[in-house]
């Protein structure tokens, strides 16, 4: 019966992989809304992640952000509307299919180990992707998780940190170490949530300059407080505002708009 279920499974994930014309956008979102009881998070939202895209994500606290990327993901389940990932319904299925199909994302709060090290990290986040055994030991490994993860290590600039441990490096360095782990298996979309909180001026160059070089066939949405950040990367940009989308442009139309300067600009250069 396991292997049949994981069967199952496993063609779920091949139906998601399968080729789409060029006309679906990798994340498409129709009417989707979120309900906490009496609470309505998200409500309505229509939204396109074009293939190669990077879409910045912005409003002030509580705007609904990351409860619509936990709605992406398959954290949460919606209470309306519908999630495509490039062209396939993925609204009722479970995180690990989603991932399957290509879709990382990051969180607000590390998921590292930290008593372990950087490349051990990226070894289990290879072996996670590809559904194996997570092994600790490298005897136990297929050779071929450790060379992604280097591979990964040096998407990120991490090579010579393989050896530290998650807990002796720097909070910047932590940050490239969860980009890195995000890029494993080389996902079609990637979903940024506030990667540069709690970085420093300089960490959070690092950070913008580490975004710009990523892959231009990869697909991003990015929640980011830092609109310097977000305008500079960003293709486009979606303004929320108590779970509904404001406003949408480009990163010029968006500085222009004035419900947006007054709702939203000013808070945002203060994090």
Do not use: W
Request: aromatic share 4%; charged share 25%; net charge neutral.
């Amino acid at each position: 019966m396991t292997r049949q279920v994981a069967g199952h499974m496993d063609k779920a994930a091949d139906n998601m992989r399968a080729p789409q014309g060029r006309a679906s956008p990798a994340l498409a979102i129709r009417r989707l809304g979120k309900n906490f009881e009496a609470l309505r998070a998200v409500s309505d939202i229509d939204l396109e992640i074009g293939r190669g895209e990077r879409h910045a994500i912005l409003g002030p606290n509580g705007a609904g952000k990351t409860t619509l990327f936990n709605l992406v993901t398959g954290d949460l389940l919606p209470s309306s509307g519908t999630i495509l990932l490039d062209g396939r319904d993925v609204t009722r299925l479970p995180t690990h299919l989603r991932i399957r199909s290509g879709l990382r994302r990051t969180y607000q709060k590390s998921l590292l180990f930290g008593s372990l090290t950087v490349e051990k990290n990226l070894f289990l986040a290879v072996s996670g992707v590809r559904g194996r055994r997570q092994a600790l030991f490298p005897g136990r490994a297929d050779k071929s998780l450790y060379e992604e993860a280097h591979r990964c290590a040096e998407q990120v600039y991490l090579t010579d940190m393989l050896d530290k441990t998650v807990d002796n490096l720097s909070y910047g360095q932590q940050r490239q170490l969860e980009i890195g782990m995000a890029l494993v298996g080389e996902p079609h979309l990637l979903l940024f949530d506030e990667p540069a909180a709690g970085l420093s001026p300089t960490e959070r160059t690092h950070l913008t300059d580490l975004l710009e070089q990523l892959p231009r066939d990869l697909s991003i949405g990015l929640i980011e407080h830092d609109l310097d950040i977000a305008l500079k990367v960003a293709d486009r940009v979606t303004i929320m505002q108590d779970g509904r989308i404001l406003a949408s442009g480009t990163p010029a139309e968006i500085v222009a708009d004035e419900a947006v300067q007054r709702i939203y600009t000013g808070e945002s250069h203060h994090g």
